[in-house]
Each structure stands twice: as structure tokens, then as C-alpha cells.
């Protein structure tokens, strides 16, 4: 716990927050927290179950009549206060990030300034919920719509960015005047916690935000019970394809509206005409951010045949020099996976990878001796020669694993790169503006970075298509998941 002790104590909850009020779990029932770096305990929440997650239901269908009713300047300045707690307190969260999630600790507070500008940006949208006035198709009309609050939304969070993907879906639905009931990742409650404690001190009414936290066992039976009731009108959720999915059938009784950010498997493509160098440095920046562990990291690299050894060379050198440790030390650029499972899928994903043919050029191994605090590190890994048999063709491997694939033709290669039942992002470098337009019409995915390794930001959509889901979070299209539209149709005028 010794890294915890120089972060402010009131951020570092125990308790559930429903309706205002920290609460424990009705069956007293915990969850530890763990450090992934070191195994160590750094912490433990309520085990939540169905009467706690009943609860929060309660407490944000309460709160939703007068929040909804409230102007949305007011719900405005209060998004600016809280985003204004989250940034004075940025040093505290991102170590509390770096503490259960393992990023470096300057990622980590990259991550604080990226949650915290979607705060803002849906501060800022909240007055922009415009309406139409719709030219009467029959005399003596008035023909008008209006965007009105869906209602509560169920919001539950993945590990890998502990607070901006709670950000980013809490704050649209509170612009919109919806009241919101989270759960964040087993992994990762204690950020989620602290974003309460924030927004609990920037004045949000009691019951408009709400969260209840709960083992991975006890996800479905809080979730389930979310998914069952009608009150609630949404779901946002990101994470995993197949609990996406589960989420979609779940929620089909009661019909929710949902918003599903999910697994992707992105194609990262390298034509004969790029420059090489950027290729490379977009690389670095797109997969290596969070070790890898981002949804929108590049699985697979198709590097063209003519630059193909130069792009290798390059990579390689740059993988190798990647400082892995623990967040706690400023050098560190890769922390550790986020527990044993991941590890054990990316060895799985190698190993594989090896006995069907690839060549390794750097890592490629588990650095359970070489790294002292703890078994969750894996070397920076750059594999040559893939190929579509390989199982992290088709799997998102979710670590600093880059497999290199060689293609000949633009035909061949965006055919493969579409190969995928995903469809999140998807990267190109080139310089032949007509190939630009080109590929970039015929990827199928919801974002495209073209000469662009980092093309995330609160002023743009982003989402995927096929098995990623659907829905988009941030820009003006973020705003629109939490609104329904009502056409108002008055007659008799003439
Ligand atoms: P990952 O594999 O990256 O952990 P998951 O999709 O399993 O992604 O987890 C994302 C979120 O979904 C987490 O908050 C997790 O607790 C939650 N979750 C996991 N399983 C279920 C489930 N069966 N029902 C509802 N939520 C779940």
C-alpha cells in the first residue's frame, strides 16, 4: 500500500455509491483489489449483488425527474465542476490508475487529461441539444421535434482505461439529463470510485450518479439485474465481443437502447509508397500505448514486400529499446499486463504464432525472472512472417505483440485486412492521395487513421462496425446516444 499513501484519502473508497451515500454491499461480501505489478492487496470494495444494483436503480430513477427538468446550462456547469475537480486532482487519480491498472504513470495521467476533456466537450454539448421545427406537410400544423432524455442509463466499464471510459459515457448522459448507475471492471474499481468521490464534491445531485462494484462472478447477477429492468432505458457498455453479446440478448425482453464499443482486430498497413519512418513512429504510438491492452491497438501488420525489411529493421530496433517496469518507476514505458490471464493469452498467441512459422525479431517471452516485482510482464514483442493460419490473425492478442504479415498487391491486402468478423479501426500509411481515398472507402471499420497512429479525441466518434458494435462516444454523435426523439405534432391552427 505504500504507493497509495501519498494519494489524498478521501479518494480511496470502500463503498458503493448509491443515491448519494456510501454504502457497503447487503450480503457484506468483498472483492480485493490487486496490484497487477506485484500480486499485492491494495485494497478491497463490496462484492455487489442484485439488491445493491436494485438499489441503484432505485436512487437513479428517483433522481431522474428533477435532474431531467433542470436547464441544461445548469447540468453544464455542474460537468465544468466536476471536470474541473478531475484535473486539480489529476496527480491523485492517475496514481490511483497506475495502482490497480499498471500503466506508467505518465500514461496514466494522459489517460486523466483525455477522460477529463470528454467531461468538458459533453459540458459544453449539453446546450447544444437542439431540436427542429419541421415545415408543416398538411395545412393548419405545427410540426416540431424535441430531444428529451432517455431516462437511467447502466453504464459498465472495462479495465484498460479505468477512468476515460467511464468519462466518457457518464458524462453524455448526464448532459443529456439522463441519471446514470455504473459498474466499473472487477480489476479496476478503485479510479471509478474516486471519479464518484469528484463528482460527489462538484455538487451532482444525489442519485444522477451511481456506482456499485462487484467481483467478475457477481457482473452477471448485477448486470442481469440491470438488463431485467424496465426502468432502465440503456445500455453502454465496452469491453469484450461475447459479453457485449450477452448484453444485447439480455437486454432484448425490456428492448434498451444500446450502445456496444467491443473487441476489434486492427489491420495496420504499410504500402510500398509510405514514408517508412512515420510508419514506424505511428506503429509505436498506436500499438504500444497501455502495453497494447486498447481495443484499437494494431493486431495485424501488413507491411508491403518492397519496404518490408527496412519497416522490420526499424521496428525492431525501436521494440527492443522499450523500457519495461512498474509504474512506479519513471523510466517505465510498458507496465505489467493486467493479470495472469492476459499474460498467459499473449504467451499462448506467441508460442502459436512460432510453430506455425514466425520468426522472432525481438521479445517474444514472458519476463518472469527478469522483472523482480511480479509474474504479469512480457517482453516487447516484434514477430516476422505471420500469416492468416496463426491464431493471432483472428484473435486480438491484447499486449505488445506486433505480427508482421507481407503483402504484394492493395486488391490482396484490403481484402485480408477486411478478413475479420471485426470492424473497429484501421490503419494505412501512404502517400498516393488517389490510394488514400481509395482504401480508405473500402475499410471496413468505424474509424480510419491514415498517416495517423493516434487519431483518438473527445471532438470525434469513435465506434466500430460488424462485431465491434455499435453507438459512438464523444463529438456531437456522442450526445445523440442519450436522447430520444419526440416529433410534437399540433393540429387544428388554422
Ligand atoms: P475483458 O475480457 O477485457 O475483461 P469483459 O467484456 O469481460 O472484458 O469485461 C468488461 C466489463 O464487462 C467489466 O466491467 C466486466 O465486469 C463486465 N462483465 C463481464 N462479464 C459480464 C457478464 N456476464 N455480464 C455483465 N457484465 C459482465
Known amino acids: 500500500m505504500s504507493a497509495s499513501t501519498s494519494i489524498r484519502p478521501d479518494l480511496l473508497r470502500d463503498r ?28 478491497r470494495v463490496p462484492d455487489s449483488g442484485a439488491v445493491d444494483a436494485d438499489e441503484a436503480v432505485k ?28 484535473l486539480s486532482s489529476a496527480e491523485d487519480l492517475a496514481k490511483i490508475i497506475s495502482l490497480e491498472q499498471g500503466k506508467p504513470l505518465a500514461e496514466a495521467l494522459g489517460e ?95 442519485g444522477t450518479v451511481n456506482l456499485v462494484t462487484a467481483s467478475r462472478g457477481n457482473a452477471a447477477v448485477t448486470v442481469g439485474a440491470w438488463l431485467a429492468d424496465p426502468r432502465v432505458r440503456k445500455i453502454t457498455f465496452t469491453g469484450s465481443t461475447a459479453v457485449g453479446k450477452g448484453l444485447a440478448r439480455g437486454s432484448a425482453e425490456t428492448l434498451k437502447k444500446l450502445s456496444l464499443e467491443l473487441g476489434g ?54 521494440v527492443a529499446a522499450l523500457h519495461v517496469g512498474p509504474a512506479s518507476l519513471a523510466e ?29 525479431l525481438t521479445g517474444g517471452l514472458r519476463l518472469r525472472d527478469q522483472i523482480a516485482s511480479g509474474p504479469n510482464y512480457y517482453a516487447p514483442t516484434v514477430l516476422g512472417e505471420a500469416n492468416e493460419q496463426m491464431t493471432l490473425a483472428s484473435e486480438e492478442t491484447f499486449g505488445p505483440v506486433v505480427a508482421l504479415f507481407r503483402f504484394h498487391s492493395e486488391e490482396d491486402v484490403v481484402r485480408r485486412a477486411n478478413d475479420t468478423p471485426f470492424g473497429l479501426a484501421a490503419y494505412f500509411y501512404s502517400r498516393d492521395v488517389s490510394r488514400i481515398w481509395r482504401v480508405s472507402g473500402r475499410l471496413e471499420t468505424g474509424i480510419v487513421g491514415i498517416n495517423e497512429g493516434a487519431f483518438a479525441s473527445e471532438a470525434a466518434p469513435f465506434g466500430g462496425i460488424k462485431e465491434s458494435g455499435y453507438g459512438r462516444e464523444g463529438s456531437r454523435y456522442g450526445l445523440e446516444e442519450y436522447l430520444a426523439t419526440k416529433y410534437l405534432c399540433q393540429g387544428s391552427l388554422a
Open 16 to 43: 458503493n455509491f448509491i443515491g448519494g451515500i456510501w454504502c457497503a454491499g447487503r450480503e457484506d461480501a468483498w472483492l480485493e483489489v490487486v496490484d497487477p505489478a506485484t500480486g499485492a492487496v491494495i485494497g
Open 112 to 206: 486523466v487529461a483525455y477522460g477529463a476533456s470528454y467531461v468538458e466537450w459533453f459540458a459544453e454539448e449539453a446546450v447544444r441539444a437542439y431540436g427542429d421545427i419541421i415545415p408543416a406537410a398538411a395545412e393548419g400544423r405545427r410540426m416540431m421535434v424535441v430531444k428529451e432524455p432517455l431516462g437511467v442509463v447502466a453504464a459498465i466499464t472495462p479495465w484498460n482505461f479505468p477512468l476515460a471510459m467511464l468519462a466518457r459515457k457518464v458524462a453524455p448522459a448526464l448532459a443529456a439529463g439522463c441519471t446514470v448507475i455504473a459498474k466499473p471492471a472487477e480489476d479496476t474499481p478503485l479510479t471509478a470510485l474516486a471519479m464518484m468521490r469528484l463528482a460527489e464534491e462538484a455538487g451532482l445531485p444525489a
Open 59 to 86: 436512487a437513479a430513477s428517483e433522481a431522474l425527474p428533477s435532474w431531467r427538468a433542470t436547464t441544461a446550462r445548469h447540468r453544464a456547469q455542474l460537468l465544468k465542476r466536476w471536470h474541473a475537480r478531475m
Open 265 to 318: 482486430n486492427a489491420p495496420f498497413i504499410v504500402f510500398d509508397d509510405a514514408d517508412v519512418c512515420a510508419a514506424v513512429d505511428g506503429l509505436m504510438r498506436a500499438k504500444f500505448r497501455n502495453g497494447g491492452q486498447t481495443c484499437v491497438s494494431p493486431n495485424r501488420v501488413y507491411v508491403h514486400d518492397a519496404v518490408y525489411d527496412e519497416f522490420s529493421r526499424q521496428l525492431a530496433a525501436r
Open 332 to 360: 517505465s514505458e510498458i507496465g505489467p499486463m493486467i493479470n495472469s490471464r492476459a499474460v498467459e493469452k499473449i504467451d499462448r498467441h506467441v508460442r502459436d504464432a512460432i510453430v506455425r512459422g514466425a520468426t522472432v
